[in-house]
């Protein structure tokens, strides 16, 4: 049984949509969308295609633009087009959530241009306050959802639900055979460690972190017993990162360890807060994906520095899959210059102006959003900006020809 997850470039923010498919079938039968937002002046539109037309428009504009026509494309394809079984907001910071507005609703009428038959969020409505425009459209999205019915039917069928810590894995679907995939919500310590973030005077932005939302993706069974597994950490913190390997000690049960293949979107954003050695010599992964932009927080540092991201981040992962002998996963490519990709990083600076670097990461296990370099400034727009970074997609299947295969691909 396939699945399909697109890895959204979205810049500094964060936007996943996960397709489910019966074998064999050429449409998906249930779709979840987790996250869709930016950090405002993280935005980092795709890069147009060779011999397309230049691009025009700001850089956020052309994301809305593309988001918007792509998860058309994706909701358009279902067996029930146009219907969302889940949309999970992981948790209240404005880059995960700040452009659900432009993209679930139709710019005329301001209703809903999709069904959501579940809205699941973490922490309580009020606490989505970033960004006045996206807060008033959180706020009617959580409290008030029938005002947002549209005149051709779409609605939010089910109440939004605030998920509290729940103790034990949750299953978004309920399971046709033990055998099949399911994205399950798992407890991630966030009641607890937000206690002690309390005591130690943490501000909103770390419990919000501690917070997140954390699911993983697992595949069909193979003949070996074994499944494919993706872990999606949203802004999960090192301290999630810990207590979900104390939580995994059961050997029957291997919630976040590699059996076939294993890959993990990697909490907030590749910053020095989360995937900590221990977490990925406990998840040994085949590849991280992330999602991530050149927006300085504070004037200061960004979220990929080279000695973070680089150095630590990428050091660990080789060494530990170096140590579990794990090979360099494949990318689909027709072309090949499209196996060419690679991430933008800050180099270790701190002199005016920042400097900003790229680095291939082509073959490598490294799928960044951040994976185009700078384009030069366009003669056919007027004004537009030097040096403007871009953007991928990235596209993982899990089973899509047979239990345990894999297919990853960029647009």
């Known amino acids: ?67 918007r026509k792509r998860i058309d494309d994706h909701l358009g394809d279902l067996v029930n087009p146009g219907v969302l079984d889940y949309l ?47 807060f008033r459209f959180m706020e009617t999205l959580l409290t008030n959802p029938a005002s947002l019915t549209s005149s051709s039917g779409h609605s939010v069928v089910h109440p939004p639900r605030e998920k509290p810590d729940q103790g034990v894995p949750e299953p978004l679907f309920p399971p046709v055979t033990p055998a099949a995939p399911n994205l399950y919500l798992i407890d991630s310590g966030a009641f607890h460690l937000k ?13 919000a972190n501690l917070s997140s939302l954390v699911l993983v993706l697992t595949g069909a069974v193979d003949g070996g017993g ?16 810990k207590f979900l390997i104390d939580f995994d000690k059961d050997p029957t049960e291997k919630w976040f360890r590699r059996e076939k293949n294993l890959w993990l979107k990697v909490g907030h954003h590749g910053s020095k807060t989360s995937t900590c050695k221990e977490w990925l010599e406990h998840t040994t992964p085949d590849g991280l994906f992330v999602s991530t932009g050149p927006l300085l927080f504070g004037g200061r540092t960004a979220t990929c520095t080279d000695s973070d991201f680089n150095d630590r981040m990428l050091g660990d992962w080789e060494t530990v899959r170096t140590a579990h002998g794990i090979p360099d996963p494949k ?10 990709w690679g991430h933008g990083y800050q ?27 700078p384009l030069p400034p366009n003669p056919a727009v007027p004004g537009s900006p030097a040096g403007e970074w871009t953007g991928r997609d990235w596209i993982l299947w899990i089973d899509r020809d047979g239990a345990g295969t894999y297919e990853i691909s960029y647009e």
Request: proline letters at 6%; charged letters at 20%; a positive charge.
């Open 1 to 67: 049984m396939p699945v399909k997850v697109v890895f959204f470039n979205v810049g500094q923010g964060d936007c996943t949509l996960i397709t489910f498919y019966k074998p064999g079938a050429p449409k998906a039968d249930a779709a979840v969308l987790l996250d869709c937002g930016s950090k405002p002046g993280g935005e980092v539109a795709s890069r147009p295609q060779a011999g397309g037309p230049p691009a025009a428009g700001t850089a956020k504009q052309r994301l809305i633009d593309h988001l």
């Open 88 to 134: 999970l907001i992981s948790h209240p910071d404005e880059d995960h959530f700040n452009l659900l507005g432009d993209v679930l609703l139709d710019s005329a009428t301001k209703k809903l241009r999709y069904t959501l038959n579940n809205v699941w969020y973490s922490m309580a409505s009020g606490d989505y306050k970033e960004g006045n425009r996206s």
């Open 195 to 207: 206690g002690a973030a309390r005591i130690q005077g943490a501000q909103k932005e770390a419990l």
């Open 226 to 241: 074994q499944r494919q597994k993706v872990l999606l950490m949203a802004d999960a913190l090192k301290q999630n990162e």
């Open 331 to 340: 990318v689909t490519s027709k072309k090949p210059l499209k196996r060419h």
């Open 347 to 373: 180099g270790n600076t701190t002199a005016v102006p920042w400097q900003f670097g790229f680095q291939d990461m082509t073959g490598k296990g490294v799928f960044s959003t951040l994976a185009g370099q």
